[in-house]
């Protein structure tokens, strides 16, 4: 009886109904594979089950992380000279997408009581890679706070190396590792966030070079991808060989720190390196 | 020969029979004596470096080395460095500005190893640490990219006040191979992608990224025309007051 008023509906019924959902009312966690409500995520875009921090725009991060901030360089992007048609193409697309003209958003923004240099990369333009654009104004953003006498906070969102400026991509890892030295020789503070994804070129320099690495759980983070090192060499990877925790594990990261966290924990950190130091005069 | 194509030097970058780092090492250099290890937990083979005397005056050589059969690529590791292999090189850089000895650099790689072992003992970290340090040096460094100068596992060793090219060299941010898997999905459209990345000695030279092009030596070949040439390098850079060499290389990298 109980069986006929509780009908099991059928498989093409149950397909039906799932189709009628929204795409955008379910998501689903690409690290713990579980399902909510998108509304459960709330503000700060976290999976409310591992905690894992889903990718977001610099813009939106700008606004959850920081008390203010605002933005220097602004205008800056791709140089002209690079005039291949789908290149083009692609950074138009990003910059409507994410609402920046290159993939790093710059800028003073305040921690508390406390002004800070800010960088986030952004991983919906061109998977966040390192322009030519991108490390001029990171380099620009590290002079600025040397000037200004500033930490530097800096989130980490990258695929590497941005194939289609060659070379010059390549270049930017010592240009932008030229001016974290300046700075940290002025003796200011430099505090990374890696976020998902960090990976090649960012990893191998000014992700790996601040006084303190802190990571976003769950977040890939590694210099060689996957499948180049099962293409190359072919080693198989286990599965969460390049996570933060795995990381963290062998030594590169300081802490893992939750997105809700992240803006006291910055403070913290900030304040812990701006107090005046009686010990060292 | 600047009417192969980017394929073609390609090609003869990566020539078997080119000459190898150890040979360079071995014309140029007297009384080369060997260090091994980077006093954390390893001596990676991929990386060759020592003290020599370079016309009579001490130098300190890192390079990297291919293997030249089987046995010495496994143990090289085709030429590719773990991170073990930078943090060698970087000692030794460090080593070299203590005793006020200039630093040639020789680069024959297709990139750092990509293994899991290289990524979980910190191979982005390991680059990062030779680029930022190595920008700092107190003293001459110089570079020759030899045959390949892959990605940042070539950049790790190429961050100094100049950096050179043999004629069948190539040098960019990523392999062909590696670039036309990413471009096009396409690992067999090398030679479009040769073409694309501008990695020839020629093309590098007109785009300012490296100062000069070396001719070719082959094994054998008598190399003091080089070792003149760099003793001549390492004399004008030394001239130079310490802060405003390292100001200058600096500034180099500034104006990418």
């Given at each position: 009886m109980l069986r006929s008023r509780f009908n099991m509906p059928s498989h093409e019924e149950l397909v039906k109904r799932m189709d009628a959902?929204?795409?955008?009312v379910l998501r689903e966690c690409p690290i713990c594979h579980s399902t909510f409500?998108?509304?459960?995520?709330?503000s700060s875009k976290t999976?409310?089950?591992?905690?894992y921090g889903f990718r977001i725009t610099a813009k939106r991060r700008a606004k959850i992380t920081f008390d203010s901030f605002k933005e220097i360089d602004?205008?800056?992007?791709?140089?002209?000279?690079?005039?291949d048609e789908k290149y083009v193409a692609k950074v138009k697309k990003a910059k409507k997408v994410?609402?920046?003209?290159?993939?790093v958003l710059t800028g003073i923004g305040t921690l508390g009581q406390q002004q800070v240099g800010v960088g986030i990369m952004d991983p919906f333009f061109v998977m966040g890679s390192l322009g030519s654009a991108t490390g001029e104004k990171i380099t620009r953003l590290f002079e600025e706070a040397t000037r200004k006498k500033l930490p530097v906070v800096m989130f980490t969102a990258s695929g590497g190396a941005r194939m289609q400026e060659g070379i010059h991509s390549l270049m930017q890892m010592a240009k932008v590792s030229g001016a974290v030295e300046e700075h940290s020789r002025a003796g200011l503070f430099y505090v990374v966030v890696l976020c998902d994804p960090t990976t090649g070129g960012v990893t191998a320099s000014f992700a790996m070079q601040g006084d303190v690495i802190l990571a976003e759980p769950h977040a890939l983070v590694g210099f060689a991808g996957r499948r180049v090192i099962e293409q190359t060499i072919m080693q198989k990877p286990p599965k969460d060989f390049q996570s933060a925790e795995t990381v963290m594990k062998h030594g590169f990261i300081d802490a893992i720190v939750p997105r809700k966290e992240m803006n006291q924990t910055l403070t913290r950190l900030i304040s812990l390196h701006t107090k005046e130091n009686v010990y060292g005069k | 020969m600047a009417n192969k194509t980017a394929y073609e030097r390609v090609k003869a970058a990566r020539r078997p029979d080119k000459i190898t780092t150890a040979q360079l090492i071995h014309g140029l250099t007297s009384e080369f004596f060997e260090q091994h290890g980077d006093r954390l937990e390893a001596d990676d083979q991929a990386i060759i470096g020592g003290i020599g005397l370079l016309n009579d005056k001490p130098i300190t050589v890192v390079g990297i080395q291919k293997g030249t059969d089987t046995d010495e690529n496994i143990a090289r590791h085709f030429g590719s460095p773990t991170p073990e292999g930078y943090r060698k090189a970087l000692r030794l850089m460090k080593q070299a500005e203590k005793f006020h000895r200039p630093i040639l650099a020789l680069v024959n790689t297709p990139g750092a190893w990509p293994d899991v072992e290289s990524e979980y003992h910190g191979q982005g970290s390991a680059v990062a640490q030779n680029i930022i340090q190595g920008m700092q040096l107190r003293v001459p460094y110089v570079t020759i990219i030899v045959g390949e100068g892959g990605s940042g596992g070539a950049l790790a060793l190429s961050c100094g006040d100049r950096v050179f090219m043999f004629e069948d060299s190539i040098y960019s941010v990523l392999s062909p191979e590696g670039y036309a898997s990413i471009m096009?999905?396409?690992?067999?459209?090398v030679q479009e992608a040769a073409e694309e990345l501008k990695l020839t000695p020629e093309a590098l030279l007109k785009d300012g990224i490296i100062d000069k092009i070396i001719h070719e030596y082959k094994p054998g070949d008598d190399l003091s025309s080089l070792r003149d040439f760099l003793d001549q390098e390492f004399s004008t850079l030394a001239k130079l007051p310490i802060d405003e060499l390292v100001e200058r290389r600096n500034q180099r990298y500034r104006n990418f």
């Open positions: 959902i929204p795409d955008h409500f998108s509304l459960r995520a709330g999976c409310p089950n591992c905690g602004a205008q800056m992007t791709v140089p002209k000279q690079y005039t994410t609402g920046i003209n290159e993939s | 096009w999905k396409d690992s067999s459209k």
